[in-house]
C-alpha cells in the first residue's frame, strides 16, 4: 500500500530501534560557499515562505560536503536569520530524506530561523574519505568549521546552533566542548555521554550486536546521492574502506579509544543544554548527568517514549517539542527574553503501573515539572530473603542461591534497554526472582536504582542482567527497568579482572533511570539471570553462579516520599507535520518481523527480525530489505552467532544498482570471528565485490 509523507509519521527502517535513523529537507533560498548547481523547491506556508536549497561548504583542505538549507524568505530589506544545524552519516537526500528532517526544517524557517542538514564527510553527497569510525576528530573539526561558515553568511545573524535526535545529539555535545565562539546553544535529544556503557557496541560494558551497525555499514558502502557514480573515487573512498564493525569489535574493553568523546569522562559542556530524554530510550541516564554537571544552563525533558521526538514517540501521551524548541532558540539565538531559563528546569513523565504490552499507545501517568535535583526522593532498600521474598531488612542467615545458566534467556526485553516487553514471566523462568509482600499503599520512584548483589561463579567469564519488575495480582509482570554487570568492571571498567571460580565478590551498578507507580496489591519484583539474549552476547561456559543474600545484596529504588515537583508543566498539543511533496513511501504487507524461537527443553535460541520497504523520492526507487538472526544453544553457549544480510536497490531513471552486504559475527571460547563481504551490482552484473575477515580474542567478554 503506497502512502504520501503526509499520512505517514513513523518512518521506521529497523525491527529494534531504526528511528535512530533519518530525516528530510523545505525555504529565499542561502548561497552556499561554491558556485555549484542547486536544487531549489519553495513552499508558500503561513507565516515565512521558504525553499530548501541543497549546496556544499567548502572545508580547509577542500572537501566540500553537501549542505541542505531551508531558509525563510526576507520580509524586510536587510533581515538577518539564525541558523541551527544537524551533521551525520545519515544521506540526507535519499534513504533518511523521509523520516524527520523537512517537518523539522519546515516548522522553524516559517518562524524565522535557517536550518541545515549536513552529510558528514565521506557519506551522503559529500566528499572525501570516510572516517574509520563514528565521532572520529575530522567529523567534529568539520563540525566546528561549518559553524564558523555559517555564522559569516550573509543572510546571518551570526548566532548557530546545533541540534539531532541520536548521532546528531552525540556530536553536538561533542562539538559544544571544543567552545566554537559563534555556537551560543544546543538542542539534543536521545544523546549518549558514555559511548562504551551507552551506545549500541558494548551495552553497560557488554557484548552487543545490533541491527544499526550492519545498517551503517551498509550507508557507508553506498555511492553519492546526486549521480551514484561508481568512480575509482567511491571505490577508494568508501566502498573499499574497512567496515566500521571491526574498529567497534576490536576495542573490547574501555578506553581512550571510547573516553577520548564521551563527555562523562572529558571537561563539561558549558553551552546552554536542552535535552530530551525517552523513558524507553537506551540513552536516557545522560539525561540525569547532565542535570547533575555544573552547568546549571541544562534543560531537560523525559518522556514515555523510545528514541523518537516527543511530539510523535510511542508510547504518548505528546507534546509539541517544537514550540518548546522555539522558546529555547529565541532565546539563545535572536535575544528574546522569554522567561524561559527563569522556569523549572526539569520535566518528566512518571508512568503509572501499566500492563505488559508490546503495543502500548498511550502510557498511563502524570507529567511532573520542578527543579533538580529533586527533593523528596529517599533511598528504600530491599533484600533477597528466605523463600525468594524480597524483604525490608537484611536476612541474618540465609544459604546462597543457585542460578543456572541459561545463554537463550531473555528475549523478551529484545535488543536494547529500549523498548516496549511483553509479559516478562517467561523470562522470569530462567532467572532468580524475588518479590515483595502485596503491597499495601502506592510506591513511586523517580531516578536510578541502585543494585548491589554478592555473588560466586564455577567460570571466569560470567554476566549478570537485572530486571526491575512490577507483578500485577493477576500474575503478569511488567518490565520497568533494568542493566546488564559485566564483573570485570567490577573493581574498575579502566582494568578490567576475571572472575576467580568458587570466590565470592561484589558486583554493583545502576538500574537505568525510570519512573513508575506501583499501585496497592501489586508486588515489587527483583529479576536476576546471566543471560539477556539477543541484547548480550553469551559468555561461553556452561554452568552456574550464586547470589549470596545479606547486608550487600540489595535494591535500593529512589521513592517519591513527598511530591516536590509541583510546578506547572508546558505541554503544547502536537501539530501538523509538514511533508515532502515528492517523496512517497511503501511497505510489503509483512515490512517489518520479528520472530522468536526459544526451547527451555532443548536450549536452542534463535531471534530474528527484518524489514522490507519500498520508497520513491523524485524519480528515484528504493527498496530496502534486512535480515538479522542471532542464535545461540544453552547447551553450547560458546558457539553464538550472527549473521545479517542487507540488499539495498537503487533505481535512478534507467539505472538498476544493488548493495548486497553480508555480516557474520561468530564466537567460540577463546575468540570472536568477525566476517563482512560487500557485493554491488549494476543491471545485474557484479561490478566489484570485497570482504574482510577478523580474529579478535575474547577477553572479559
Known sequence: MKKHLSMLFNFSLFCIFLLILCGSPVMAAPQSDDDDETDTDVSSVSGYEFTVERGTLTMPDGVKLAVSYWMPGVKTPGEKFPVFFEMNGYRKDDLCYLSWDYPVGAYFARHGYVVAKVDLRGTGDSGGVIPEAEYSEQELSDGVEIINQLSRKEWSNGKVGMYGLSWGAFNSLMVARRQPPALKAILIAHASDDLYYQDVHFIDGVMHTDVWEAMIDTYNALPDTKKYAL?????????DRPPWHFKWKENLSDGPFWRKESARFQPGVELPVYIIGGLLDGYRDTVARLLNSP???VKADIGPWKHEWPNTGTPGPNYEWRKKALRWWDHWLKGIDNGIMNEPRFMVFVRDA?????????????WRCGNWPIEGIKGRRFYPGESRKLISSAPDKTKPYTLVYKAGAGTSVHGWWGETSGDMSFDDESSLVFDSEPLKESVEIIGLPKVNLTVSADAPLYQWSVRLEDVWPDGQVSLVSGTLINPADRESRLKQSPLVPGEKTRIAAEIHFTTWRFRPKHKIRLAISNAQFPMAWPTPYKGATKIYPGPDTSIELPVVEKNTLTAACDLPKPEQEEWPPDAWYEEEDEGKSTNIVYNPETGAAVYSCGINQKMTIRDTEYHMQEKNTWKVNDNDP???TYEAVTNYAIQPPGRDLRLIVKFRMASDEKNFYLTTIRQLFEAEALVREKKWEK??????H
Not at 505488559?356 to 498511563?364: A, F, Q, T
Request: aromatic share 8%; glycine share 2%.
Open 231 to 239: 568512480t575509482p573515487e567511491f571505490f577508494a573512498n568508501r566502498f
Open 295 to 297: 552547568n546549571k544552563q
Open 354 to 366: 501499566v500492563p505488559p504490552s508490546e503495543d502500548i499507545v498511550i502510557s498511563p501517568g502524570k
Open 638 to 640: 560458546a558457539h553464538a
Open 695 to 700: 580474529t579478535i580474542p575474547r577477553k572479559n
